[in-house]
């Protein structure tokens, strides 16, 4: 897996700007579960931001509530590369064409 830093923001659409809302240091192949706090009450969105601290292979990650839903959840990526379209594009097909993104999994 690596070693590096796994960051959950929330962006207050109605203050327009980000809040770090929890930060977790990983190291290591170990699965690692990571509970955060989803309770925002005002307009936004969470992100996430994965720094790493040297090469890091990421398999899976899921999100899940004990709740039910309360509002209606979707999706963004921003992928960061620097002239690696290829690659990039590559990536995204793989993404796209993952059980996430297939009705009932």
Request: glycine fraction near 8%; aromatic fraction near 16%; charged fraction near 35%.
């Amino acid at each position: 897996m690596g070693k590096g830093i796994f960051s959950l923001y929330f962006y207050d659409a109605g203050k327009d700007m980000d809040r770090l809302v929890a930060e977790v240091s990983f190291s290591g192949k170990q699965k690692q579960e990571i509970i955060f706090d989803f309770s925002a009450k005002s307009e936004g969105y969470f992100f996430v931001k994965i720094a790493a601290d040297e090469e890091v292979e990421i398999f899976r990650i899921a999100f899940g509530s004990r709740e039910s839903e309360k509002r209606k959840v979707r999706l963004g990526v921003d992928i960061c590369t620097y002239r690696r379209k290829e690659q990039l594009e590559r990536n995204l097909e793989t993404f796209l064409n993952s059980d996430f993104f297939r009705e009932g999994s």
